[in-house]
């Protein structure tokens, strides 16, 4: 189900996948089966999202992410794709950010550029993820560390 007043212009969402109102969705994401995109999520040309991902109000999916099966993005997190941005640079890289099978990333937390975020991970709220996080480890704070297994 793709909501009205949502603008949606990818082919690959499939009819099992929800996006919510005021969704903006570029021509070129991949959205997997059972997804719910919700209300107020931007998602570009370079995204792939697998099968049962939930991606919560006020986030920004940018060129270069990949969320792989399962994934629980929380609220107002913020991904990058350029580690030294600056506007009209001719020198820009994108810079690839994967979220592993099963990982979820709390509420406002943000995840730098070019970071890998292990299978079934867990990102405290408000974390600021500046390194890889491995399999099964929950990190927080800001910068991001370890604080146990799950």
Known sequence: MIHPLSDCKSSNVPLSTNVWQFCVVFPGAKIGEHCNICANVLIENEVTIGN?????????????VTLE?????????TFTNDLFPRSKNPDWELKRTVVRKGASVGA???????????????????????????????????????????
């Open 52 to 64: 049962n991902v939930t991606v919560k109000s006020g986030v920004q999916l940018w060129d270069g």
């Open 69 to 77: 099966d399962n994934v629980c993005i929380g609220p107002n997190v």
């Open 108 to 150: 406002n937390a943000t995840i730098l550029a070019g970071i890998t975020i292990g299978e079934d991970a867990m990102i405290g709220a408000g974390s600021v993820v500046t390194k890889d996080v491995p399999a099964d480890e929950v990190w927080v704070g800001n910068p991001a560390r370890f604080l146990r297994e799950v």
